[in-house]
């Protein structure tokens, strides 16, 4: 395991910052939501369906996706309590995709058929996930980590593919994002037999 370095950052104080990161853009999901302002008079059913339905789901998607990778990123933090400079910095980046997460679930709440916004989105996903499958590399380094990488890396090669079908068909690429959830069932599957470390 690597000793720690006097330079070496304390990772401890990123996942103070990363807890109120991971807080305000999870929250700052629904502020994109129609306030009730917006009708004229009381509205019925069909009205409510049309003005919410693709806004909640993109809402919720992006909050599951948000709390997974929270999930993801607390457990690599446990497992790398010092790191150097370059680690941290692609941290903050990790973070800051976080953080724009808000933004491009916005678009595609309010532009869910354009194929050019579902393309965007889905690419922000593939950037949040490959930056978190990069982190889980450097973290498991000269470590028997096979499950954390494989749970790390199959929402990656689940959302690559549905940001391809988006350019075509941006209706149907949030069900193959959906299944980019997998992870946590093949990390599961492949699961370190118990004795071995983990």
Known sequence: MHKPDPDDFEM??????SNTIFGVAMTLLAYDLPRASQFAHAPGWAELYHVYAGRLISLMLSFII???FWISHHRRLARQPHAQRG?????LLFLLSIILLPVTTGLDGNYSQSSAVA???GLHLCTIAG??????????????RRPELVGALAPLVLLLPGTAVAAV?????????????????AHRLVREEPGKPS
């Open 12 to 17: 401890r104080r990123l996942e103070s910052l």
């Open 66 to 68: 948000a709390g997974v």
């Open 87 to 91: 680690v941290v910095l692609i941290n």
């Open 119 to 121: 393309v965007l989105y």
């Open 131 to 144: 930056l978190n499958s990069w982190l889980w590399l450097l973290a498991t380094r000269g470590q028997h």
């Open 169 to 185: 068909a941006p209706q149907y690429a949030p069900y193959i994002w959906v299944l980019a959830f997998g992870a946590l069932l």
